[in-house]
């Protein structure tokens, strides 16, 4: 325990951790320790990023197959989420997903693949249960604020869900949640004052929200704080990098939109005009609302924390490829230096290119050249950090364990995902790609085949750290290749039918436009496409199978892990395994940097941070020393 | 098993842990109400002239409640000061007083200034009926002076004139009688009545509309000073004393208005903000007050502290402090912005 | 964003460096007649602000914009000494300065986002321009 080193002063309790007992309540419910409430926060996201892959199955159904009933689980869906989700055919099949359903599910994916999935498990999961152990600290600074971010992350979750039963159904706003919509959507006779969807789901963002709040606080505190003796900056892993400026995003650009969450509550609980326009008519008929208000301001202060957002998606991602490559490649990072400095600037630059998802609302041609300025300049740092990655392989001993796959997959799939963004970037071509398919495939890559993968690369890679077993290597790849082909299947037509110009959110998946568009790409218009869409979606279902089995299945009987099977030289793998309560069992201090892999003369491929050098070898030096090659 | 730092500064940073929290908690907190600001200034900015009133709230008692803040401002800071030199029955005292002058300023604010605006009456005239409500208006004069047009009239509602479906006429008596309110057939016109009552607020008057059968036809209003003496040059910008409604009477027919209401904050963008930045402030009052309460009572992680730990106990005060200050920080800037301009 | 850096030097734990817990504190005798100071002159500003609100500097300067400029300037101040001397900012550690640039920088931009709104609109889509 690296209590040692601590001061004389009346603060350093004597406590006998050998004997930690809190009880099964303070144990697996109300735990303030770190890895509890990594994997509360790890088990919920995943859980929803599978609910809103369910959603997202059934829009693909309907957008394939318009007008027909889901088959098998129509009845089911339709008795499940009512009826003003979901309506019975012609023939009285049920489970044909109506329009309200189909807006309600659309706006929930986003919203709970962005907040309720992304966010909690590569942030939240992967950070809370890392990220300390990485910088040698017994658990965050403040343990108990942990334990009350994952609380209020879990009400905002039930908020969410209920939002489905309520009449009305869910939120049908887009994850956007724009006005005039937002502020009258669910409010007609029929809808309760509070309990209806739209309402609830602005709850439940406030109180998401200020659940991340917590949690980026202790994250910057704990990594500025209480990291072990020796673990200076420059030798702190990437991945803790990666989180210290994901939780500076978090801290400094979620709370306009909190702000802006509580002037929509208002709106709707209230009557005030914050977002709603003079004049607005609606159902034909003049509103009660004094008017005044300004959509445009919602976009400002929705976008302002939503592009950092993006980053914060991304950024723990990398993070976690980066440790994989090091690692598996048993070479250290190609530019570390570098990309700490693009991370720093991505951050900063993210707070300045938000306008950029708002070219269409008649911004003027002085605040548009800007926001194209910046926005291309926030390509450059990352192209710094992709690049360094792919570097980062050339020379290296690569073994494609599990994680390597999954990361190695990443670079690419990300570098798609990325480099279709650059046609957004414009003015001039958004005009026309903006709101089309375009985009969503453009996301869908950073995020789907990018983040998902890193995450998928993570659970991997450090499942044997927290549960002591190894996960099953064929299942593992069956779940890799089923998911690497069927999600490009998913995603890579959604840039032919953006370019042909089908529109997104459209319940009809773009028939208007069946004769207006000619493209024919590998002989299919580019409605044609929703179909193989909607079977990669399914297939790529199918393929998560393995993955789910393998996480259940090898948690009894994995073949067991010892405490270091990857051979890695980052601190958290210098514990037992599981990590006990407090960590570690003896004193942390570091003597070198995050990636001395194939040190030349050392006696094995990879050192440990915490190995003192030996009398007879030379000091090794804090920056890593770049490997010759084999 | 000691998190390190958490009493004794890091040498590096030469921070407690807990002070490094707080600051970036701030740092947030500057982000929200930074976000709340900027709304207000869209909102004013976009605002057609005469929709964003000015003096209509209390500037005395908002100043009076800023001057609370302030002093609780000093005795925190005295309170940790205290700590710091060991000095326990004066922490009391300064803390004791700290936490007195936050609830004293919650009271205010709720006991006074947000009821007193629900029982305010404002009605927007339309644009073509402004001409007709000049003698409270006032707007020949106003565009003489150059000044923006009046659009608004406002005071205590005295009396409201409904139509009524006879064959409703049991529900309006049950509404009437749980109001407290009675209803006389209006002198001019006998399909009319007119209703009246001690409790005629306009929330009230919103549930009466929503009885079936009911139609408001006019409002009669004991008119606020601006609308009472609209050509008078003292009403051509506000003033520090608040003055209620006066006696004189004015009649607005329902047709000629664009909306009414309390000075809820549905009324206009302006009390919209106000609402939501004093509500959203008031609740960060509560928490500090809550807080200070906290470590100011005899308990475990409270002032029991003292003896076992006092250095913990001063910084968890610091901390507290520095919340507290951000907390009169903020109010600094709403006073003058919601108050006076 | 860039916290003390040590390239190599291995940090030492927190030694102890605890202030005296006994006997008196003769540097904070000197701040508590500092804090009362200040808060007095807190008061007196409040009462300069309401007074000054009341005199149009619109009508005195010509233009539009300085009531708000003279009442933000003096709010300013006063949340100037709050920060500077009850939250300690004078003297505060250099960490605690760099994330507030940052934070003041982003609000700043937030701002600036609400003007730009009405600086450089599309014609006809602000009331201003009817």
């Given at each position: 325990m690296s209590t040692a080193a601590l001061t004389h002063a009346p603060d350093a309790h004597a406590h006998d951790d050998h004997h930690y007992d809190p009880g099964f309540w303070r144990k697996w419910v109300f735990s303030t320790d770190h890895k509890m409430i990594g994997v509360q926060y790890g088990v919920t996201g995943l859980a929803f990023l599978m609910f809103g892959f369910m959603l997202m199955m059934v829009m693909r159904w309907q957008l394939a197959h318009p007008g027909e009933a889901v088959p098998y689980i129509g009845g089911l869906l339709q008795t499940f989420f009512g009826s003003s989700a979901f309506q019975p055919d012609a023939k009285g099949l049920p489970g044909v997903l109506t329009a309200d359903g189909y807006n309600s599910f659309g706006a929930m994916h986003g919203t709970i693949m962005v907040f309720f999935g992304i966010v909690p498990v590569a942030f939240a999961a992967f950070g809370n249960f890392v990220v300390p152990l990485q910088i040698g600290a017994?658990?965050?600074?403040f343990p108990k604020i942990n334990m009350a971010s994952f609380w209020c992350f879990f009400i905002s979750c039930i908020f969410m869900l209920v939002s489905f039963f309520v009449p009305g159904g869910a939120a049908k706003s887009g994850w956007t949640s724009y006005p005039p919509l937002s502020g009258i959507?669910?409010?007609?006779?029929?809808?309760h004052v509070f309990m209806n969807g739209q309402t609830l789901w602005v709850t439940g963002m406030v109180f998401n929200i200020t659940a991340s709040l917590l949690g980026s606080v202790n994250f910057i505190a704990t990594i500025i704080q209480i990291r072990a003796p020796g673990m200076t900056w420059m030798r702190l892993p990437f991945f803790v990098w990666a989180q210290f400026v994901t939780a500076f995003l978090l801290l400094l650009a979620f709370p306009p939109l909190e702000a802006a969450g509580v002037m929509q509550l208002m709106d709707r609980a209230f009557d005030t005009s914050f977002f709603m326009p003079t004049g607005l008519i609606v159902n034909g008929a003049t509103t009660q609302w004094s008017g005044g208000g300004s959509p445009i301001l919602w976009q400002h202060l929705f976008w302002f924390l939503a592009h950092p957002e993006v980053y914060v998606l991304i950024l723990p991602g990398i993070g976690m490829v980066a440790e994989i490559i090091a690692c598996n490649t048993r070479k250290p990072l190609y530019g570390y230096k570098a990309m700490v400095g693009a991370i720093f600037v991505l951050g900063f630059l993210s707070f300045i290119v938000w306008a950029h998802h708002m070219y269409m609302t008649g911004m003027g041609a002085k605040v548009s050249a800007f926001f194209q300025v910046t926005t291309i300049m926030i390509s450059v740092p990352s192209v710094i950090l992709v690049t360094a990655l792919m570097l980062s392989l050339w020379g290296g001993s690569i073994r494609f364990t599990m994680p390597m796959l999954f990361a190695t997959a990443f670079l690419p799939m990300f570098g798609i995902g990325g480099l279709t963004g650059i046609p957004l970037a414009f003015n001039a071509v958004d005009l026309y790609l903006h709101d089309t398919y375009y985009v969503i495939g453009h996301f869908h890559y950073v995020v789907a085949p990018g983040t998902i993968f890193a995450i998928f690369a993570g659970v991997y890679h450090w499942y044997p750290k927290a549960t002591g077993r190894m996960l099953n290597e064929f299942l593992g790849r069956l779940h890799f290749w089923g998911s690497l082909i069927f999600i490009n299947g998913i995603f890579f037509p959604m840039f032919l039918q953006g370019m042909a110009g089908v529109h997104r959110r459209w319940y009809d998946g773009g028939a208007t436009y069946e004769q207006l568009s000619n493209a024919v790409v590998m002989g299919k218009s580019s409605i044609q496409w929703n179909s193989t869409m909607a079977t990669s979606a399914f297939l790529l279902g199918l393929a998560q199978i393995p993955f789910i089995i393998n996480f259940c299945w090898s948690l009894f009987h994995g073949r067991k892990a010892s405490d270091n099977p990857w051979d890695a030289t980052t601190v958290e793998w210098d514990t037992p395994t599981p990590p006990p309560h407090g960590n570690f069992t003896k004193e942390i201090s570091v003597h070198r940097g995050p990636y001395e892999y194939?040190?030349?003369?050392?006696?094995?491929?990879f050192t440990p941070q915490t190995e003192a050098p030996k009398s007879d070898q030379p000091h090794v030096p804090a920056t890593p020393v770049a490997a010759p090659a084999h | 098993m000691q998190i390190p730092h958490e009493v004794t500064?890091?040498?590096?940073?030469?921070?407690?842990n807990a002070k490094l929290g707080i600051w970036l908690f701030l740092a947030s907190e500057v982000m929200l109400f930074g976000g709340l600001f900027s709304a207000y200034i869209f909102l004013r900015m976009g605002a057609e002239d005469g929709y964003w009133p000015r003096g209509l709230l209390n500037v005395p008692v908002g100043a009076a409640n800023t001057a609370i803040l302030i002093a609780s401002s000093v005795t925190v800071v005295l309170a940790w000061a205290s700590l710091k030199m060991r000095k326990f029955s004066q922490y009391k005292l300064w803390m004791g007083i700290s936490i007195l002058c936050g609830a004293l300023f919650l009271i205010v604010k709720l006991a006074y200034e947000w009821p007193q605006k629900f029982d305010h009456f404002g009605a927007f005239i339309k644009k073509d009926a402004l001409e007709h409500y000049e003698q409270y208006l006032g707007n020949h004069h106003l565009k003489e002076k150059k000044l923006p047009p009046r659009v608004e009239i406002s005071g205590h509602l005295h009396e409201v004139e409904i139509a009524a479906d006879p064959a409703e006429k049991e529900k309006l008596e049950v509404f009437l009688k749980r109001h407290d309110l009675e209803a006389k057939p209006d002198e001019h016109d006998a399909k009319l009545q007119v209703v009246k009552g001690k409790h005629l607020t306009p929330g009230v008057v919103e549930d009466l509309k929503r009885v079936p059968g009911v139609k408001l036809i006019a409002f009669e209003v004991a008119l606020d000073p601006i609308n009472a003496d609209p050509t008078n040059p003292e009403s051509d910008k506000p003033h520090f004393w608040y003055k209620g409604a006066t006696e004189k009477l004015g009649k607005i027919e329902v047709k000629d208005v664009e909306s009414w209401s309390s000075f809820a904050p549905k009324h206009s963008t302006y009390f919209a903000v106000y609402f939501t930045i004093t509500g959203l402030h008031g609740l960060h009052v509560l928490a500090g007050v809550l807080i200070m309460l906290y470590l100011w009572l005899p308990i475990e992680g409270g002032a029991n502290m003292f003896k076992r730990n006092p250095e913990h106990l001063a910084n968890r005060v610091e901390v507290v402090g520095l919340f507290w200050h951000f907390v009169d920080l903020v109010w600094i800037f709403v006073f003058p912005i919601f108050y006076l301009l | 964003m860039s916290p003390a850096h040590d390239h190599g030097k291995e940090a030492t734990p927190g030694t102890a460096h605890e202030p005296a817990t006994d006997g008196d504190h003769p540097h904070f005798d000197m701040h508590l007649g500092l804090y009362l100071g200040v808060g007095g002159f807190l008061l007196v500003a409040t009462v300069i602000t309401v007074w000054l609100s009341y005199v149009d500097f619109d009508k005195m300067f010509g233009g539009h914009g300085w009531n708000i400029i003279i009442a933000m300037i003096v709010a300013s101040v006063k949340v100037g000494f709050v920060a500077a001397i009850f939250m300690h900012l004078?003297?505060?550690k250099k960490l605690i300065w760099q994330f507030l640039y940052f934070t003041m920088f982003f609000v700043a931009g937030l701002f600036l986002l609400t003007l730009l709104n009405y600086v450089d609109p599309i014609f006809g889509t602000t009331h201003a321009q009817h």
């Open positions: 017994i658990d965050m600074t959507a669910d409010l007609g006779p029929l809808n194939s040190v030349p003369g050392a006696d094995k491929d | 500064a890091r040498p590096d940073t030469g921070l407690y | 004078k003297g505060e």
